[in-house]
């Protein structure tokens, strides 16, 4: 039997490290550069944080998930989701070690479909940490319906010309360089007639009219932008991947993202059991520990049993992934995956917040911002509603109707059947009666 719950020593070794680097030289930079994460190197920053990525190059763990002809290990999904976990605690440790969101997929797509100049122009300076990149794809009047898309591409000689509005075109502010999802053929069905384009964020015609902002953000300060493009003309080599194979592109893209941020959220829920714990024990009141009082224990119990499932149920679907090298026969798995997630981390972020009383309602404790983050992971990359769709079909095509009346697990009817099975041998016993 194949069954382990080890991961390799060497690897783990690696992981020990990363846990011990990222607590005690990364999480501090949450805490100087907030909010600054996608703002490229400069100045004190650069002198800081560069030295850090140097360090995550000698150790063998920048970008993992990409190949050694791109610069990383190629670990695949299992490894890049225990590193994940690790680095769910920060924000600025994805950063620091070269597999930030979107960029990873961003950088997975380019890498398996670009062309030689896109990979040199685009994938390299990314993967190099130096610049970054946006994934426009959501439109304002579509939600998470991409066959509503109305934004377009239209051939006008050597060059494409762009047309429309794009929402939550998170980095764009900050990018280099924009992924545009765009109608290029009405004449079929949208999984057909969509093409993705790589996008300098200079190209005149591109309009941020908003940089929306999450709550208890500036107004039109934030990173997720609305973006009018109003006659923006690129080249036809800025195609990506073809032709009509956007939906293609984004499935790859997608299918490997939720699991990175599922290992995130669980390193992020991680740490808010942490810090029940040690508030637990810690705080007395009414003459005893918060540890000791039966309420906080239940807390504490259904925090780790909560996590401890789903930890298991991410790692064995990012196992899944390495064997069948196809999304599509995980998808079912990535969808469950994504509907539990926000669910886990607003529990345990809440849980621990009301241990920690009215301390853990304030800015001064960063509960309300895991448990906003556990708000938008439902929205992010297609809202849970739509997943459970996803998962509920891909189960029924595992089952049948039944052709009679009742249900095949009917009583009396399997009683019949059994009856009928053993009828030679009841007949003897009533013979012998």
Not at 299 to 309: G, P, R, T, V
Request: glycine share 8%; aromatic share 10%; with cysteine.
């Amino acid at each position: 039997m194949a069954w382990d719950f080890e991961t390799d020593p060497e690897y783990q070794k690696r992981l020990d490290w990363a846990d011990e680097f990222v607590r005690a030289e990364v999480e501090p930079l949450d805490l100087v550069w907030e909010h600054e994460q996608f703002v490229p190197l400069d100045g004190a920053r650069r002198k800081a944080i560069q030295p850090l990525k140097e360090e995550v190059r000698r150790q063998g763990l920048w970008a993992t998930h990409l190949g050694p002809d791109l610069g990383g290990q190629g670990y695949g999904q299992l490894k890049l989701a225990l590193l994940n976990e690790i680095l769910g605690r920060s924000s600025w440790a994805p950063i620091v070690f070269g597999c930030q969101a979107p960029d990873t997929g961003n950088a997975e797509i380019i890498a398996h479909y670009g062309t030689p100049d896109q990979k040199q122009r685009y994938l390299q300076p990314l993967l190099d940490g130096e610049l970054f990149s946006s994934y426009s794809m959501t439109e304002p009047q579509a939600g998470a319906d991409p066959t509503r898309f109305e934004t377009r591409a239209v051939r006008d000689g050597d060059d494409w010309i762009i047309n429309g509005w794009k929402f939550f075109s998170s980095n764009a502010r900050t990018a280099s360089f924009l992924i545009v999802m765009a109608v290029t053929n009405t004449e079929v069905t949208p999984y057909q007639g969509m093409s993705m384009f790589l996008v300098p964020t200079d190209t005149p015609g591109i309009k941020i009219v908003r940089n929306v902002g999450l709550y208890g953000e500036p107004m039109n300060d934030g990173s997720h932008a609305l973006i009018h493009y109003e006659n923006v003309r690129v080249p036809a080599e800025s195609l990506l991947g073809g032709e009509g194979k956007a939906f293609v592109i984004a499935q790859t893209r997608l299918g490997g993202g939720r699991i990175h941020h599922a290992m995130r959220t669980i390193g992020l829920a991680q740490k808010a059991i942490d810090m029940m714990c040690e508030r637990a024990l810690s705080r007395t009141t009414a003459d005893s520990r918060l540890a000791d009082k039966q309420f906080v224990q239940g807390y504490i119990a259904d925090s780790y049993a909560q996590l401890a499932q789903f930890r298991l149920f991410v790692l064995h679907t990012a196992w899944k992934i390495d064997k069948y090298n196809d999304y599509k026969k995980v998808r079912k798995d990535i969808a469950t995956a994504k509907i539990v997630m926000p669910t886990v981390l607003h529990d345990i972020a809440w849980r621990a917040m009301q241990v920690h009383g009215a301390l853990g309602t304030t800015n001064e404790m960063p509960f309300f911002r895991m448990i906003h983050g556990a708000g938008v992971m439902g929205l992010a990359d297609g809202p849970t509603e739509v997943h459970k769709t996803t998962v509920a079909k891909q189960v029924l095509r595992d089952y049948q109707p039944t052709e009679g009346m009742w249900p095949t697990e009917w009583i009396p009817g399997k009683q019949e059947a059994a009856r009928a099975k053993f009828a030679e041998y009841l007949e003897h016993e009533v013979g012998n009666q």
